[in-house]
Structures are given as structure tokens and as C-alpha cells.
């Protein structure tokens, strides 16, 4: 099977960077899966939203994101997003308390968060 780059940033960090099989994300407009020879296109990543990338070596790598972009090009996936995290930095008791906040923000956050846990449990 063919591979395309992908790079996975936040306003933070970079996340990872790398060859993958097929990279999947969350957008406004539907969850989209991207294979190597894609169409070109852009989407805005969802509020709350996971992004999974299956590396051409190693395990499924799953982040939750907050907002952002998703640009496709012939050569690479660019993964733009507000704010990301890996499944496996979330403290899934942390986020379940954090569902109760207030802050509309630190809501879409956590549930973001508890949703990759969820999509990792599941891989």
C-alpha cells in the first residue's frame, strides 16, 4: 500500500510528523479517511473532534483536537489544529470532571479528550 507524509501541529507542538498508511479526522462537514493519491482539498477540523493516523511502522496514533484545519495536497496531510493531545496523555478522570465545567472550552476539551481515549480503547 502506498504512504503519504503527514504532520500533526497545534499552536504548542508539533505532534508527530512521518509516513502513514491512511489518516482519518474529524471535520464540519463528516469524518474523512485519506489514502496516498487523494484529491487535494481543505476542511475545518470539528470543535471536539479525534484525528488517527496509522503509521507505514508502528501502532495507530489517536489525538484529539480542538478546531483547526485539514489540508490535503498531493504530497502531504497537514493536520493544523488549536489545540491537540494525545489519547494517551489525557487523564480520562481529569476529563470526566472537567465535563462539568462551566468553561465552554475546558467542556469541548475533556470531551474531545474522553472520545480518543474511547477511539484508542477501541483500536
Not at 479517511?33 to 479525534?50: A, I, K, N, T, Y
Amino acid at each position: 500500500m502506498a504512504d503519504i507524509t503527514v504532520e500533526l501541529v497545534s499552536v504548542e507542538r508539533l505532534l508527530w510528523t512521518g509516513k502513514a498508511s491512511i489518516v482519518t479526522a474529524q471535520t464540519t462537514e463528516g469524518e474523512i479517511g485519506v489514502l496516498s493519491g487523494h484529491e487535494p482539498m481543505l476542511g475545518q477540523l470539528v470543535e471536539d473532534g479525534v484525528v488517527t493516523i496509522r503509521p507505514v511502522d508502528g501502532d495507530k496514533l489517536i489525538a484529539a483536537v480542538q478546531g483547526g484545519f485539514f489540508s490535503v495536497s498531493p504530497e502531504k496531510v497537514t493536520i493544523l489544529a488549536d489545540y491537540a493531545v494525545w489519547a494517551d496523555e489525557v487523564d480520562s478522570s481529569v476529563a470526566e470532571s472537567d465535563l462539568q465545567s462551566t468553561d465552554e472550552l475546558t467542556r469541548s476539551r475533556a470531551e474531545a479528550g474522553l472520545r480518543a481515549v474511547r477511539r484508542k480503547a477501541d483500536a
